[in-house]
Nanobody, 123 residues
Framework: QVLLVESGGGLVQAGGSLRLSCLAS????????MAWFRQAPGKQRELVAL???????NYADSVKGRFTISRNNAKNTAYLQMDSLKPEDTAVYYC?????????????????WGQGTQVTVSS
């Protein structure tokens, strides 16, 4: 079992920045695809960004050029740097891990999930 713990959410004004962190337990972090999903009230959970074990990345069109996903395998931590935030980025952000390293955007393939962290962007 892998535990994922997110941190770094909060309230920020439009145009501001936040950095989310996801700390994973265990020794196999480096083998996983790590991803950030988000879910706004009344909407489906959607992929924000993912990073594979070989550091390949993929982003939702809505965040390209504004968000950056990264990982530090020595610290068992994945990050999401969010710049130029917009009110429509407001959501609960979830960290997820895929032990099969598929690099998929489908939330169903992810084996482990964090508890979520709220990001609120005011206009």
């Amino acid at each position: 079992q892998v535990l994922l713990v997110e941190s770094g959410g909060g309230l920020v004004q439009a145009g501001g920045s936040l950095r989310l962190s996801c700390l994973a337990s265990g020794r196999t972090f480096s083998y996983y695809t790590m991803a950030w999903f988000r879910q706004a009230p009344g909407k489906q959970r959607e992929l924000v960004a993912l990073i594979t074990s070989s550091s390949g990345t993929n982003y939702a069109d809505s965040v390209k050029g504004r968000f950056t996903i990264s990982r530090n395998n020595a610290k068992n931590t994945a990050y999401l740097q969010m710049d130029s935030l917009k009110p429509e980025d407001t959501a609960v952000y979830y960290c997820a891990a895929d032990r099969s390293n598929l690099g998929s955007s489908l939330y169903a393939v992810y084996d482990y999930w964090g508890q979520g962290t709220q990001v609120t962007v005011s206009s």
